[in-house]
């Protein structure tokens, strides 16, 4: 892999992966843009103790363009974006719009090819795997950071989540605090330690291994699961069969295996309701251990991915008991959204 650093109009980092070197990412950003200033604010709720963030700025984000301006298509004569080069493989930069920035956090987009009107299913393994190596890269950069204690990788896909850009791309946020879902997990895997001795994760992987029925894809080195307690319709958890606290830590075997198990799970994803329905929305993302937790070696790295579409034309809203009380109620069997998920293998 090839990582070529440097600089937008308005002095935010732009960061180019190439599977192989030669080429020419020297093209200038030639944007008028003023320099970008954070004033994003983080409060604590002191009741249920956790933290959330404003930002206001992101009010005026770019909002569905049409396809001849996506910011994120390569540059292209005097249409201009947010890539100079007039092509690229995987390029990484600094969101324009942050959640957080400056000493309280970093936020990046991820374009994972150029083409527009692709997706990351249509990805060859060798363009997934370039981006897993982006993912590692950026995980460990941000970790080197003194305002992150935890990276998320992630990916909105389809309006229906909210994203506002049709361009394919995902996300990377390095909070600048442990956020509620992962100090939930950590408590519950510090507790089950005390208690018994074991490894919650380990032992609710070996568990679904066991049981079969909620297990959608297994690899030598990947298990992909719908868990026993899923919150979503459609929801998978996939684990490398080793427990490992972060992306840094897979090995060349793990990273070989990973782009044809999490593409064939997205295609699946995509054939859930059948051709009519269209592509499926979802939030895919990586949980990985927090930098400076003392217990980090417990915690197992995975990746969730769930789909808010619940049959081809209806969607899971959170209503009251979701939204209110933090209680979900769903209304797909964990063991029957398996079992479509493996019905739906891509040919």
Request: with cysteine; glycine share 8%; hydrophobic share 35%.
């Given at each position: ?94 969101n324009r719009f942050p959640s957080f920035g ?246």
């Open positions: 892999m090839r990582k070529t650093s440097t600089l937008l109009a308005d002095g935010r980092e732009l960061i180019y992966y190439d599977a192989v070197g030669g080429a020419d990412r020297s093209a200038v950003d030639r944007r008028p843009l003023p320099k970008t200033t954070s004033r994003s604010e983080i409060r604590h709720n002191v009741l249920l103790g956790e933290r959330v963030g404003y930002a206001a700025h992101r009010q005026s984000r770019t909002y569905h363009p049409p396809a001849d301006q996506c910011p994120l298509c390569p540059t292209v004569g005097e249409r201009l974006s947010e890539i100079p080069a007039d092509s690229y493989e995987v390029a990484v930069f600094e400056g000493d309280q956090g970093r936020c990046e987009v991820v374009c994972f090819t150029s083409d527009h009107g692709a997706s990351f299913a249509d990805l060859t393994e060798e363009q997934a795997a370039l981006v897993l190596s982006a993912w590692t890269d950026r995980t460990d950069e941000l970790s080197r950071l003194p305002g992150v204690r935890q990276i998320y990788c992630f990916e909105n896909r389809g309006a229906e989540i909210g994203v506002t850009l049709a361009h394919p791309h995902g996300q990377i946020y390095g909070y600048p605090f442990v956020t509620p879902f992962t100090e939930r997990m950590m408590s519950a895997v510090a507790e089950h330690r005390r208690r018994t001795g074991g490894n919650l994760f380990d032992e609710q992987v070996a568990a679904e291994r066991a049981d079969g029925s909620r297990v959608v894809l297994q690899t030598p080195h990947w298990i992909a699961f719908v868990p026993h307690a899923a919150r979503w319709p459609y929801e998978v958890h996939l684990y490398p069969a080793r427990r490992v606290a972060d992306l840094r830590e897979l090995d060349d075997a793990e990273r070989a295996e990973f782009p044809g198990i999490y593409l064939e799970l997205l295609r699946r994803f995509d054939r859930l309701f059948g051709p009519d329905a269209g592509p499926t929305p979802y939030i895919s993302g990586w949980h990985q251990a927090p930098f400076e937790a003392p217990d980090r070696s417990d915690f197992a790295l995975h990746l969730e991915i769930f789909t808010i579409r619940r049959s081809a034309d209806k969607l899971k809203f959170l209503a009251g008991s979701e939204s209110g009380m933090g209680a979900f109620v769903s209304d797909v069997l964990p063991e029957a959204a398996a079992a479509r998920l493996r019905e739906v293998a891509s040919e």
